[in-house]
């Protein structure tokens, strides 16, 4: 590694976690390697494997207030290794800067979760209420055999967790100028338009399924779902694909396939989109068929201890004021939210996450540590 002086616990370990190839859903070695930090800290080690995806659920205490890291160890694919300036997995740092798939999402704050945990118990050894950590290989992935499952095998056994820090990153321009204190919901509509197949110089003898849908995907791009609140944006409504055709230019299609996704507030209900969709549809007298995908629903946390024990320590540590957000996609925090536990997100800078040359500022982690650290002195720490 092209550096002259010690790197920091943090560092280190997010390196090494880097060198670890965990393409979803692959861990590739790595929750071992964090599992291996926390039991000597006293933390009870569950491994549940479901299908392709391995996740961990290690507990320290059994008391509340009940306090849970969640993150996840894979990550995206890196594309063509050429592109890269460093290579992906070796978890270089240079000037300062720590490279590779994974520095800032998210294998980062899984270090400085870690590390702080470890010091804040070895300050605390007595300390009030429980950690947990529950960790993924499937964020990155379907998200299926992840954090869900995991949250049922809890549910079953009536296992609560209280507040939970989720490590996406979330910083814009500095670490910590953004929380995450929720999320807008996501549903995905697969909508199948029937039509009559024919060659596009007899139109009479045909029906179009493109030109049918045409005027009612203007109507459903143009509608206003909802105005959001003091939380939420408006819900969005986007076509991300459409297809039809055989593949020539003399056919008229018998079929087209139309994906689209909102992104919606807690303005609006998955029934409510469903039905305004259907709507739509029938007032243009559509032949189709639709199907729809949860992919999660919105959630929020208010203003209460975690977020406002969390605004203070990003403050005391950077002297950043940090603003509450809802949006950009989805995360595991949305699981969770579910069960009726707080939920935030904090992590480190988020402009070169699912990039080439994907990287991190070394001390920002130092400081992501810091701010984990405060945030279990004012939540657990016996007074």
């Given at each position: 590694m092209s550096v002259s002086t010690p790197l920091s616990d943090v560092v280190e370990l997010a390196s090494a976690l880097i060198q670890r190839p965990s393409v979803t859903p692959e861990d590739a070695g790595c929750q071992q390697l964090i599992n291996s930090r926390l039991a000597p800290l006293g933390f009870n080690i569950e491994e549940h494997f479901f299908i392709d995806t391995l996740n961990t659920w290690a507990r320290k205490g059994s008391d509340g207030p009940h306090f849970c890291f969640a993150g996840h160890t894979d990550v995206v694919p890196v594309g063509?290794?050429?592109?890269?300036?460093?290579?992906?997995?070796?978890?270089?740092?240079?000037?300062?800067?720590?490279?590779?798939?994974?520095?800032?999402?998210?294998?980062?704050?899984?270090?400085?979760?870690?590390?702080?945990?470890?010091?804040?118990?070895?300050?605390?050894?007595?300390?009030?209420?429980?950690?947990?950590?529950?960790?993924?290989?499937?964020?990155?992935?379907?998200?299926?055999?992840?954090?869900?499952?995991?949250?049922?095998?809890?549910?079953?056994?009536?296992?609560?967790?209280?507040?939970?820090?989720?490590?996406?990153?979330?910083?814009?321009?500095?670490?910590?100028?953004?929380?995450?204190?929720?999320?807008?919901?996501?549903?995905?509509?697969?909508?199948?338009?029937?039509?009559?197949?024919?060659?596009?110089?007899?139109?009479?003898?045909?029906?179009?399924?493109?030109?049918?849908?045409?005027?009612?995907?203007?109507?459903?791009?143009?509608?206003?779902?909802?105005?959001?609140?003091?939380?939420?944006?408006?819900?969005?409504?986007?076509?991300?694909?459409?297809?039809?055709?055989?593949?020539?230019?003399?056919?008229?299609?018998?079929?087209?396939?139309?994906?689209?996704?909102?992104?919606?507030s807690t303005e609006s209900t998955v029934e409510g989109l469903q039905q305004g969709v259907c709507d739509i549809l029938d007032a243009y007298n559509l032949d189709y068929e639709i199907n729809w995908t949860v992919n999660g629903l919105p959630f929020l946390t208010e203003p209460g201890d975690l977020l406002n024990v969390t605004l203070e320590s990003i403050k005391e540590i950077t002297g950043v004021a940090s603003t509450p957000e809802t949006s950009g996609g989805t995360s595991d925090g949305r699981f969770i939210a579910q069960t009726g536990c707080k939920v935030i997100e904090l992590g480190p800078l988020n402009k070169t996450i699912h990039q080439v040359d994907e990287q991190v500022c070394a001390k920002s982690l130092d400081d992501l540590a810091l701010i984990y650290e405060l945030i279990l002195e004012k939540l657990l720490a016996n007074k």
């Open positions: 063509n290794e050429k592109d890269w300036r460093h290579p992906p997995f070796a978890g270089l740092i240079e000037n300062g800067v720590l490279h590779g798939r994974g520095a800032a999402d998210m294998k980062g704050s899984l270090a400085a979760m870690v590390v702080a945990t470890e010091r804040f118990v070895k300050k605390h050894p007595d300390h009030k209420g429980s950690i947990s950590f529950l960790i993924t290989s499937d964020e990155e992935g379907p998200f299926i055999n992840g954090t869900t499952k995991v949250v049922d095998l809890l549910e079953a056994r009536n296992e609560k967790i209280d507040m939970c820090l989720v490590g996406e990153p979330s910083s814009r321009d500095t670490l910590g100028d953004v929380v995450k204190n929720g999320r807008r919901g996501s549903l995905t509509g697969h909508l199948t338009v029937k039509g009559i197949q024919g060659h596009v110089a007899y139109p009479h003898l045909a029906k179009n399924p493109i030109h049918e849908v045409a005027p009612a995907l203007a109507d459903l791009s143009s509608k206003e779902w909802d105005n959001g609140n003091a939380y939420f944006p408006a819900t969005s409504f986007q076509v991300s694909n459409i297809h039809g055709g055989t593949g020539v230019g003399n056919v008229i299609p018998g079929t087209v396939d139309v994906q689209f996704n909102f992104r919606f």
